[in-house]
């Protein structure tokens, strides 16, 4: 009789143990909060499978059919071309990025508008005497760039106009994933601009600093694209201190004006303007041929278009081409990849 009610009191107690272990198991877990505000995350989503470069379809339905390139084309005693490889591996990206639901932002700082960056940890002097830090990135116009375990200084800079996942929300800071470097950052909040959770993204630009063409493509089924113009343009030069390189990135188009005044190398007075101008990067436009002072006529086209840079970070078009781009591609909608 004891050894019955032994082995009864054996087994109730193990039961209860296990009970125990899954009531704890089951209990509401505390919450850890990170150093820049007590940030609230957005927990991850079980991705579907990519797509691949060799998946993308892409056809020609020209809307804007003037100066229009051919796959390959004849340049000085060589040839050019549109890099297809290039483009599809990043309409292949713009895709996939988009299979989860996701948050997107902006990396802001225009004109150094929402503040200077701070220094970054290790920085240096350019060609152009600016501070910037050791990828290159200056700090005028850019974005401070923190690592995840320290708020105090920031590591680089971000470039404004990169298209970013918001990834977590805070008093001050946001945790971002740059799409085009990579990793995940805290930003100060006000360098974001966060986009309505409806952006998707089916427009883009092509602009390609080694061939010096562009092209535009939308977006028509999962795994098509449809090319709506191919064009010559110019794009920046390096050539201290004014002329600076079109920055290689994926942007997003920022803003639009009919007419972008731009003043003399080296001086406050105004130099001319650059018809039907959309903003991708710091002082970066998409722009058609400039007009200088005092000339009022627009300029239709330019013989250096398609040959070598010549722009001061810009990318010239022929300026009917950019006003089908200017009408053509919406603010805050419109992907901008630079490639070489």
């Not at 292949?92 to 299979?99: G, P």
């Not at 993204?201 to 600093?209: G, Q, S, Y």
């Not at 090319?227 to 030069?237: E, F, L």
């Not at 058609?288 to 001061?312: D, M």
Request: net charge neutral; hydrophobic share 35%.
């Amino acid at each position: 009789m004891k050894q019955t009610a032994y082995i009864y009191l054996l087994t109730l107690s193990c039961l209860l143990c296990a009970c125990n272990r899954e009531n704890r198991t089951n209990l509401p877990q505390p919450q850890v909060t990170g150093v820049a505000d007590s940030l609230e995350t957005v927990p991850p989503e079980e991705k579907p499978k990519a797509i691949s470069a060799e998946q993308i379809e892409i056809k020609k339905d020209l809307l804007y059919d003037k100066y229009t390139l051919e796959d390959t084309y004849p340049y000085k005693d060589t040839t050019r071309s549109f890099q297809w490889d290039k483009i599809k591996e990043r309409l292949a990206l713009l895709e996939n990025i988009q299979q989860t639901p996701s948050q997107w932002g902006i990396l802001q700082n225009y004109k150094n508008r929402n503040g200077e960056a701070p220094l970054v940890r290790h920085y240096k002097r350019n060609a152009y005497k600016r501070i910037a830090d050791t990828l290159g990135i200056e700090r005028y116009q850019s974005v401070p760039l923190y690592l995840l375990t320290d708020t105090l200084v920031p590591e680089r800079y971000g470039e404004d106009g990169s298209l970013v996942r918001f990834l977590a929300d805070g008093e001050n800071f946001v945790k971002v994933s740059p799409i085009y470097i990579g990793e995940e950052w805290y930003v100060p909040k006000r360098y974001v601009k966060v986009l309505p959770d409806t952006t998707h993204f089916i427009k883009t630009i092509m602009i390609d600093r080694r061939d010096q063409n562009i092209m535009t493509l939308e977006q028509t089924g999962e795994a098509q694209w449809t090319v709506r113009s191919m064009n010559p343009a110019t794009t920046g030069r390096h050539r201290p201190p004014y002329a600076q390189e079109t920055p290689l990135g994926i942007f997003v188009l920022q803003e639009k004006k009919t007419r972008m005044i731009f003043l003399k190398d080296g001086s406050t007075a105004t130099g001319g303007f650059a018809p039907y101008a959309s903003r991708f990067s710091d002082g970066g436009y998409i722009h058609g041929v400039p007009v200088n002072e005092p000339r009022k006529a627009l300029i239709e086209y330019s013989p250096s278009l398609g040959t070598t840079p010549r722009s001061h970070m810009c990318v010239r078009n022929a300026t009917s081409h950019s006003k089908f781009i200017f009408d053509w591609a919406p603010v805050n909608e419109t992907i901008i990849f630079v490639l070489e």
